[in-house]
């Protein structure tokens, strides 16, 4: 058996009770056998509440605690169907399309769940991407007045970097930054991409650092103007991204809540080329289970 649904009948099949969304919650958590996070004993009780209570240090577990799932009031049958809808809509889903398709009384819950599985979907201790890189920013947030160029006001600065596979675009990585500094984009740069890499850039003063670094930068253009000539791979990936943010959420994307949108968006482009829906869902709910959990409450207040 494989580890994931491949069609939507199987996936209602494998999670039609609770039961069975907890036991597949807790192979995918524990792939090689349950380990207490106490004491790293293997063997553990069954209770009758559902939980895991490790025989050596009497630490008892729920599937859920220090996931994405912890505290949920909801059934977790629903949580897999909102995992599910998620990964099928090649485009992305807004909140209200998620209430919607569940039958969510709650705008504010399905705009919540649509932001944990968001910071779901940023695997901790993600590798960086490693070969020949073009970074580049971009402006996002729509028009304003402000001046041209790196010193335009008013709009958020999203650092790109795309990979070069062949003159194709590669895996990506996306950051908010709060400039285009040489602090800022070194900071970047270091985050993402592997060091020894090619990485492609405009003539800007801020990508100065890089070979000082661990990186070889090659300048393709003397512009350093965003928006302007910008690189064919980010400039790719910056248009996209926008007509995304246009047309899936309308533009209604705060600043404070747009890191959980490039998240997402490079979730998406990562894994554009999968067949197979059922392993985007197995991924999402084995990051789900791996990151930290996080409060409604938190998300409203970044």
Same mark, same amino acid.
């Given at each position: ?5 491949? %069609? ?52 008892? +577990? ?66 960086? +991407? ?43 990585? +996306? ?58 791979? %980010?400039?790719?990936?910056?248009? +996209? ?14 600043? %404070? ?46």
């Amino acid at each position: 058996m494989s580890d994931y649904p491949n %069609t939507t009948l199987e996936f209602e099949q494998w999670f039609a009770t609770e039961q069975a969304c907890r036991d597949y919650l807790w192979k995918v958590r524990f792939p090689d056998g349950f380990r207490c996070p106490r004491c790293g004993a293997d063997e553990a009780w069954h209770t009758a509440r559902g939980l895991r209570r490790c025989q050596k240090c009497d630490n008892q +577990l729920s599937v859920t605690a220090g996931t994405v799932f912890e505290g949920t009031r909801k059934p977790l049958t629903l949580w897999f169907r909102a995992i599910w809808h998620v990964v099928n809509q090649k485009h992305g889903v807004s909140a209200l399309g998620l209430q919607r398709a569940l039958g969510l009384g709650s705008y504010r819950t399905a705009w919540t769940w649509l932001h944990k599985l968001r910071v779901a979907m940023v695997r901790p201790g993600r590798d960086r +991407l490693p070969g020949t890189v073009e970074v580049d920013e971009t402006y996002v947030g729509g028009e304003k007045h402000g001046k041209r160029g790196r010193g335009a006001e008013g709009k958020a600065l999203v650092y790109i970097a795309a990979q070069d596979d062949g003159g194709h675009i590669g895996r990506i990585r +996306l950051l908010r930054i709060p400039d285009a500094s040489a602090d800022s984009l070194s900071d970047a740069v270091q985050e993402t991409i592997r060091p020894g890499s090619i990485v492609r850039t405009d003539g800007w003063s801020g990508y100065n650092d890089l070979n000082k670094l661990g990186y070889e930068r090659r300048i393709v253009r003397h512009s350093a103007d965003v928006g302007d000539n910008l690189l064919p791979l %980010t400039n790719r990936v910056a248009a +996209l991204l926008k007509r995304w943010l246009l047309g899936t959420h309308q533009g209604a994307v705060r600043p %404070t809540h747009l890191d959980y949108y490039l998240d997402e968006y490079t979730f998406r482009f990562n894994r554009r080329t999968s067949k197979s829906r059922g392993k985007l869902f197995f991924r999402l709910v084995q990051q789900a289970v791996a990151v930290e959990p996080r409060t409604g409450d938190s998300f409203i207040a970044s």
